[in-house]
């Protein structure tokens, strides 16, 4: 499901920067974040982090969320 989350988030305009969900549970890394000069809301990934793994927002939330 979380592939389709980040297929949907396309529909609103948003880029395949970098790959955030699948690092995720490897470490800090792996969080959503400003990438290659994009920010962390256009990247599809983010959408897909959060369908995933709870939501996340970069310097607002410490940890993700679980819905
Ligand atoms: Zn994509």
Not at 31 to 49: E, H, L, M, S
Request: aromatic letters at 20%; glycine letters at 14%; one cysteine or more.
């Amino acid at each position: 499901m979380g592939i389709l989350a980040h297929e949907l988030s396309h529909g609103c305009g948003t880029n395949d920067a970098t790959y955030f969900g699948r690092l995720a549970r490897g470490g800090i890394g792996g969080y959503p974040r400003d990438y290659n000069g994009v920010r962390w809301y256009d990247i599809a990934d983010t959408y897909q982090f959060w369908f995933d793994f709870g939501l996340y927002i970069p310097k607002v939330t410490p940890e993700p969320i679980e819905f």
